[in-house]
């Protein structure tokens, strides 16, 4: 897979170019190496001091797996469930019945549910670059609460701008079916694993985010807005995004510092986009690790921690 590379990224990737000139050549091993052992030591330095607006540029970089590859490398069988069974299928949310596989000859069923932004033109437009209608999110409802019917834990990927605020979803209930999921999500009487995998987008995020456990990727984003959006709003002037993405604390660190997550999920060395596999590995692992501490807890007590973790939600200062 070709990667692409941000802008603040250069310096790897003109290494990269000099690793792939001397590799089509024969006698360079050495060099190579050298370069090899160079670029590691960049990329450490590099990622380990990222700003704000540079961990939002990675969680949105077009090579990051989406939901679908996700799937394809957590589960070993997947049943996609289309509609909402009122209007349409909303290709900007993708769900079913998955097994994940255990080893042994074991496996674990559950209901996945999770955002899909498509990768070339014609995919991009099919799944309207990742921003859900109403139909959508009734869609995963339906998930859930067939999820809910037959005792199967729910696992959501999230990674969406937010959800479509164009006319025909305001003119559907694009609120109404937000709103409905926050209150149906919080009352499901199975376990709920979020993973925030890249944008977490507003109330479109929030609306497959209530969860028993909620995790975000190492270079994950998770805001009530985009910092384009919030420095059109506070400053005039959509340029002040940078400055915007510092004031938000919208980077995974910043979440779980003020108990928004309950864990970040690390990511390969520059970014989940460099090695899928080895993202994917990190998420099964999450995600087992969950359901197996949520798996003795009752209905009840489900839904009672799932609503006094949002509730706690928070940090305020009085005189």
């Not at 030591?41 to 990622?47: C, I, M, P, Q, R």
């Amino acid at each position: 897979m070709t990667i692409s590379w941000l802008e603040f990224e250069k310096p790897i990737a003109d290494i990269q170019d000099k690793i792939d000139e001397l590799t089509a050549i024969t006698g360079y091993e050495s060099e190579i190496s050298k370069l090899r052992t160079q670029i590691e030591k960049l990329k450490t330095k590099l990622y380990s001091d990222l700003t704000p607006w540079q961990k939002v540029l990675l969680a949105r970089h077009p090579s990051r797996p989406y939901m679908l590859d996700y799937i394809d490398l957590i589960t070993s069988e997947f049943i996609e469930l289309a509609g909402d069974r009122g209007f349409a299928d909303d290709k900007a949310i993708v769900g079913g019945l998955a097994k994940i596989d255990l080893g042994e000859d074991k496996h674990l069923n559950v209901a996945i549910i999770g955002t899909q932004k498509g990768r070339e033109t014609k995919d991009k437009i099919a799944r309207n670059f990742g921003m859900p209608h109403p139909d959508g999110y009734r869609k995963a409802l339906r998930i859930m609460k067939l999820a809910e019917k037959f005792d199967l834990p729910i696992v959501t990927l999230v990674d969406t701008p937010g959800a479509y605020p164009g006319v025909g979803a305001e003119e559907r209930g694009q609120a109404e079916a937000i709103a409905r999921n926050l209150r149906e999500m919080s009352v499901l009487r199975v376990p709920v694993v979020v993973i925030i995998t890249g944008e977490g987008g507003s109330g479109g995020a929030l609306a497959l985010a209530v969860g028993n456990r909620v995790l975000a990727m190492e270079y994950s984003v998770y805001s009530v807005i985009s910092p384009e959006g919030c420095a059109s709003i506070l400053w005039r002037d959509s340029d002040k995004a940078e400055d915007a993405a510092k004031a938000l604390k919208i980077s995974s660190s910043d979440l779980f510092q003020f108990g928004i997550i309950d864990e970040i999920v690390p990511e390969p060395l520059g970014g989940a986009h460099q090695d899928y596999k080895l993202a994917a590995k990190y998420i099964k692992e999450s995600i087992l690790k969950y359901l197996a501490e949520l798996k003795n807890m009752t209905p009840e007590e489900l839904i009672a921690q799932r609503v006094e973790k949002f509730q706690s939600i928070g940090v305020y200062k009085s005189n």
